[in-house]
């Protein structure tokens, strides 16, 4: 019966040491459908924040107000183990109807807003403008030292943009945060 | 002031009632009124007429300011029994005991602040150990909230995290329908506390009366009935299998007695060795040839190695814990493992399982037997297999060195077992090495006999959880087997089980240590015994005295029989004292970080944890 052994200079482990270091750390995007009623939105933060998940971006909003129902976007990071262990966690609170995993959804469509206020004069400034074009950013302020571009597309494409802005004169960038939806005409 | 609660069922009171002042019909049988013609009241009779149609006869509670109205509509009622506890957590665990020793919702009512945190800790405990509860909480009237008002606290907000679901009542039309969905989330799926928070002027404010008639929460619709597809292919492991295992725990107590009858009627068709863990004793019979014993930490050598070698583990109703795993890596390498669940989040949680069912323990365990039933396979032969486990358990684990000198813990326990088993005895512990003492030596024949704090671990427990249990059964024999250090957390209670007349027994095992502290300091720390000794402790028989109980205290074994008929013989509470050996230490034991097959059973030297385990808990 000494299968159970640890090899010398093995740690033992126990389920205090359950993270999974070979397994890869992904990032997901789920949608949350929950009942729109007071906490709820806390209720999906707090299990994020009890059980030690992640969450990089969080959008939240009441999508059907006949049904009370609210779309919460999360995106989040952790290891395959942990997104299953997220996912059932959050099918568990009661007020949860539905949870949907965007990236793993062939349908998946993820889109973000971010207002990007680039102040300069000159050069920098026209320059500025024409990569917001390219970007197809809209001008909704300006002054003749700033602009206020408001772009809109995948994460990535924004965090280029702003990367971009940078050099030019970038002051201040406020985000919305990952919105999903399905492509196609089916519901989630 | 609220108006008298008129109870249909009521009998007939000295008390004059006041006719209602609605403009709805005020029959007395208006239960059979029409929908179209909503009975109003009081939030506070809605309160009680709710609990009422829910079935509930019996409640723990403490009044203070904001529950005041519905303790109004409480007063000249006989439908529902209050019990009047000594401090808010008691009425928490009382509610536990009542609902895990009836099946049925637990329900405690408690003021706002320091009525609704104190009540923090049952919800906890009846979260980890899935005990339907419904906890309602006084609050201060809405525009109040937020205002750091006297005696506000934030409940909703510091219960979330801690219960199933939790309410804050603001409009007293949604109360009724609150109530009666509070019930069917507490009791629906895997069985958690509630909490309704219900503000006092939403007490007073009139609203219409809705029965549970249809209510339940379309977003909360568990699944219980398994997948075919699962039970086939936990049935083909069943018939391909020659060590399998049952590993059942709480799940199938809460499931109810179908769930425990259905697990003995699988079991004599397979002949499969069942093992369980703290939560699921009494779902199979102690007696029967084919129990192990309990697994996990202080759980037996047979049933530890049982699973640590077969080749199939059923898990049904439960959840993988640290204390039943010991080390994940090491946890019972050779076998495929089949987990029945009615929470899906459990399920891979800790340990990866081959087939997940996801199902109502009961119906799953139903599927099964018909299936294995139709299929009439002849089931591998279990001989070497149950060879190997008869030489497991020739070890005899739990043997310990007898005296005539001093008691020995574990020699109270089967004493106690013996002269109260045929006794329709219910058993509550505290928590720590009397704890699993009772667990190793009591033994129980049928399931809601049990009532421990598993999961949370409460120290405290057990004297509160026996008051509910007696209150549900008050002609069994209701023992809380408890610590000298555990039962000074609640010993208030003792107090209400004399005033409301439950004859509850406190068997103390009074070595004088926090036993399990000081076993884990003998074994992890070098015999630095910091802070786990009282210096001083009561005089547990003046004590009982003072509360108007009965004390007895025991120190010789030769007189134990006597002082534990004398204990059972008394008409009402007693509190025991029973002087035990103090430094004796609670085996078999798997250190943290082991395997199953790596158990301490002789004597502590130690060296038996890694450095990697003594981070543990």
């Given at each position: 019966m000494s299968d159970g052994t640890p090899p010398p200079g093995q740690a033992p482990k126990s389920?205090?040491?359950?993270?999974?270091?070979d397994e890869e750390v992904e990032r997901r995007t789920l949608a949350v459908i929950v009942d729109?009623?007071?906490g709820v939105l806390a209720r999906v933060v707090g299990l994020f924040s009890g059980r030690g998940y992640n969450i990089d971006s969080l959008t939240v909003a009441e999508v059907d107000a006949s049904q009370h129902r609210s779309r919460i976007t999360i995106v989040t990071q952790g290891t395959g183990h942990i997104l299953e262990q997220i996912e059932a966690q959050l099918l568990r609170?009661?007020?949860?109807a539905e949870v949907i995993d965007i990236t793993n959804s062939k349908r998946g469509i993820e889109r973000e807003l971010a207002l990007v206020k680039v102040a300069g004069t000159g050069e920098k400034r026209v320059e500025a403008l024409r990569i917001g074009e390219i970007f197809r950013a809209h001008v909704i302020d300006t002054t003749n030292e700033s602009f206020i571009f408001e772009v809109t597309g995948a994460s990535d494409k924004l965090t280029q943009f702003i990367d971009l802005m940078r050099p030019l004169g970038l002051v201040e960038v406020s985000r919305t945060g990952v919105l999903s939806i399905k492509r196609g005409k089916e519901k989630g | 002031m609220a108006e008298p609660f008129l109870n249909?069922?009521?009998?007939?009171?000295s008390r004059k009632l006041k006719p209602?002042?609605?403009?709805t019909k005020a029959k007395p049988?208006?239960?059979?009124?029409?929908?179209?013609?909503p009975r109003l009241m009081t939030g506070a009779q809605i309160v009680v007429e709710a609990l009422r149609e829910q079935g509930v006869s019996v409640m723990f509670g403490y009044p203070g300011g904001a529950v005041l109205p519905i303790y109004d509509a409480l007063y000249?009622?006989?439908a529902i029994r209050h019990i009047l506890v000594r401090h808010e957590q008691g009425a928490g665990h009382a509610a536990e005991g009542y609902a895990r020793s009836t099946g049925k919702c637990g329900v405690a009512l408690v003021t706002s602040g320091p009525g609704a945190t104190n009540m923090v800790t049952p919800i906890t405990d009846a979260m980890m150990d899935s005990i339907p509860m419904v906890v309602i909480t006084g609050q201060v009237p809405t525009h109040l909230i937020?205002?750091?008002?006297?005696?506000?606290?934030?409940t909703t907000g510091i219960t979330r995290t801690c219960a199933k679901h939790n309410y804050l009542v603001t409009d007293v039309n949604q109360l009724a329908r609150t109530i009666h969905e509070a019930f069917y989330i507490a009791t629906n799926g895997r069985p958690g506390p509630v909490v309704i928070d219900i503000p006092k002027d939403i007490q007073f404010a009139t609203g219409p009366y809705v029965g549970?008639?249809?209510?339940?929460?379309?977003t909360y619709v568990p699944q219980t009935e398994p997948v075919p597809e699962a039970i086939k292919a936990v049935v083909d492991l069943i018939t391909k299998s020659w060590r399998p295992v049952f590993y059942t725990g709480g799940g199938v107590i809460n499931s109810g007695p179908r769930a425990s009858a259905l697990l003995r009627e699988l079991q004599a068709l397979t002949g499969i060795p069942v093992t369980s863990t703290l939560m699921g004793l009494?779902?199979?019979?102690?007696?029967?040839?084919d129990w192990l014993g309990m697994v996990g930490m202080h759980g037996s050598f047979e049933a530890n190695n049982a699973m640590h070698d077969c080749d199939l583990m059923i898990c049904?109703?439960?959840?993988?814990?640290d204390r039943v795993t010991g080390r994940v890596d090491a946890f019972s390498p050779k076998s495929k493992k089949v987990h029945i669940d009615i929470?899906?989040?459990?399920?891979?949680?800790i340990v990866r399982v081959d087939v997940p069912v996801l199902a109502d323990c009961g119906q799953a365990l139903e599927a099964i037997l018909k299936e294995l039933k139709a299929r009439k396979a002849k089931l591998p032969d279990m001989g070497p297999w149950k060879e190997q486990i008869g030489a497991w358990r020739a070890?005899?684990?739990f043997a310990y060195k007898g005296s005539s000198e001093v008691i020995k813990p574990q020699y109270a326990v089967e004493r106690l077992y013996a002269l109260t088993k045929d006794r329709n005895a219910y058993i509550t512990t505290e928590v720590g090495q009397h704890q699993m003492w009772a667990a190793q030596f009591y033994h129980f024949?049928?399931?809601?006999r049990w009532m421990t704090s598993g999961?949370?671990?409460?120290?405290?427990?057990?004297l509160p959880a026996a008051v509910g249990v007696q209150a549900a059964h008050p002609d069994a024999l209701v023992?809380?087997?408890?610590g000298e250090a555990s039962i000074q957390m609640m010993m208030q209670e003792l107090s209400t089980a004399v005033q409301h007349k439950l004859p509850v027994k406190v068997f103390i095992l009074n070595n004088e240590w926090m036993g399990m502290v000081r076993q884990w300091q003998e074994l992890l720390?070098?015999?630095?015994?910091?802070?786990?000794?009282?210096e001083s402790l009561p005089d547990f028989v003046k004590l009982a005295d003072a509360l108007g109980a009965h004390g007895i205290r025991c120190d010789d074994p030769a007189e134990l029989d006597a002082k534990i008929l004398e204990m059972i013989n008394h008409a009402g509470p007693v509190l025991f004292d029973c002087r035990v050996e103090r430094a004796e230490n609670c085996l078999p034991m798997i250190p943290s970080?082991?395997?199953?097959?790596q158990m301490i059973l002789?004597?502590?030297?130690?060296?038996?944890?890694g450095e990697a385990g003594r981070g543990l808990v």
């Open positions: 389920a205090y040491f359950l993270a999974h270091e729109n009623e007071p609170l009661v007020p949860v | 249909p069922t009521q009998k007939p009171s209602m002042t609605t403009k049988a208006a239960d059979t009124a029409p929908p179209s013609a000249g009622q006989d937020g205002t750091d008002a006297f005696q506000e606290c934030d549970k008639a249809g209510i339940l929460k379309p009494g779902a199979f019979p102690a007696s029967h040839p049904v109703g439960a959840r993988f814990d929470d899906a989040s459990s399920i891979n949680k070890r005899r684990c024949e049928e399931p809601n999961g949370l671990g409460t120290m405290g427990y057990g023992i809380d087997i408890a720390h070098g015999e630095r015994y910091s802070h786990s000794y009282s970080g082991s395997a199953h097959n002789g004597e502590i030297t130690g060296n038996e944890i």
